[in-house]
């Protein structure tokens, strides 16, 4: 096997030639047996599809292959990854040996389907994860004319819902219940508002303990806005408890018989996340929620809307919006503006 991490990488990269033309693309894995048997899986791919003949058709690992490649740059490229790594797993049930050509609604609907029954996820996750596909479709399709015309995919219908949220004493019982690796992760995440990605995957490079503040790059955030974060007394203790365990991730966790510490790839939410919902008592609660968590906190203590928006990274002044009902700090003096006159009549007067 070939597999290998590349500098300035988490995760391991396959490169080997096969009739003369060479493959290299990210397996999306940080864990080496998982890597290489994507690779093994691309080579039988490969294989398969030049000893059968198949002609005018493309290996959907093909188009993973190209895709990737082309979209490295982006802050997004984890969640790309992962939705990817969703769908190649639904592929495989269906048809191991599946090209793009093949690929059509129903299949699509099926994989997601599952997806959602399993993990429980919101609509707008699903149609996130749509649209992830339909990119990679559209571009096989307009600019590398490998297929002749984009499937309709479904869109989920999503219902307009404020954020969720939990209380204090609903926090403390997820830490306490939650598994000793996660322990940590979910408690910065609630004094951070840091989002899955970042929280999992944060690096002792964006750590500066001489200026005391944690600095989350724009190439590693959704809306490509570095975010600043200050290190509190309770973040800093969380940082010193996790120092020594990996050179650059701060969190890690061991497999069941192994002292070995491994960063994350990914959550595992069917046998970690939704356990630890049920012990904790939680309905409908997801990782993304952490955020919604700690934002309506701070609005509820006093942090505006400004402030509110630059600590956690938002492009967009809707954004924060959503959690401008749980204050009505803001709107007091605003509503104190008007009032009855003196002589009790029922006229407005606008103070000056």
């Known amino acids: 096997m070939s597999v290998k991490k590349r500098k300035g990488s988490s995760y391991f990269h396959y490169s080997?030639?096969?009739k003369g033309s060479l493959y290299r693309a990210s397996t999306g894995s940080k864990i080496r047996e998982d890597a290489e048997q994507v690779e093994a899986t691309v080579k039988k791919s490969l294989w398969q599809n030049y000893e059968l003949g198949v002609k005018g058709k493309h290996p959907w690992y093909s188009a993973l292959e190209k895709f990737l490649n082309a979209k490295k740059h982006l802050a997004t490229l984890d969640e790309y990854i992962f939705t990817f790594e969703v769908l190649t797993a639904g592929f495989e049930k269906i048809n191991p040996n599946i090209c793009l050509e093949d690929i059509n609604r129903e299949i699509v609907e099926t994989i997601f389907d599952e997806y959602q029954d399993e993990r429980e996820c919101s609509d707008a996750r699903i149609n996130r994860m749509s649209s992830m596909l339909r990119s990679l479709l559209n571009l096989a399709s307009k600019e590398w004319n490998w297929i002749q015309s984009t499937p309709n995919l479904?869109?989920?219908?999503?219902?307009?819902c404020e954020p969720r949220w939990i209380n204090i004493n609903e926090a403390r019982t997820l830490i306490r219940h939650a598994p000793t690796h996660l322990k940590d992760p979910i408690s910065l995440s609630l004094l951070t508002g840091l989002r899955q990605s970042n929280c999992l995957g944060l690096k002792w490079s964006w750590v500066s303990m001489e200026s005391m503040q944690i600095i989350v790059p724009?190439?590693?955030v959704k809306t490509k806005r570095v975010i600043t974060i200050p290190i509190t007394e309770e973040i800093k203790n969380i940082l010193m408890r996790n120092m020594g365990r990996d050179n650059n991730f701060v969190f890690t966790h061991q497999?069941?018989?192994s002292k070995e510490h491994r960063p994350f790839s990914?959550?595992?939410h069917r046998y970690t996340w939704k356990p630890l919902i049920e012990r904790a008592n939680l309905e409908n609660f997801r990782w993304h929620d952490l955020r919604h968590t700690w934002a309506?906190?701070?609005?509820?203590?006093?942090?505006?809307?400004?402030?509110?928006?630059?600590l956690a990274g938002w492009s967009s002044y809707s954004m924060?919006?959503?959690y401008a009902h749980l204050s009505s700090e803001h709107l007091r003096k605003a509503a104190g503006n008007v009032s009855i006159n003196n002589n009790g009549a029922s006229v407005l007067e606008l103070k000056a």
């Open 266 to 268: 990914s959550l595992d």
């Open 154 to 160: 479904r869109f989920y219908r999503e219902m307009d």
């Open 255 to 257: 497999r069941r018989g």
């Open 296 to 310: 309506s906190w701070h609005i509820m203590n006093g942090t505006s809307l400004s402030e509110l928006m630059d």
């Open 218 to 220: 724009r190439q590693s």
């Open 16 to 18: 080997f030639r096969y």
């Open 320 to 322: 924060v919006k959503r």
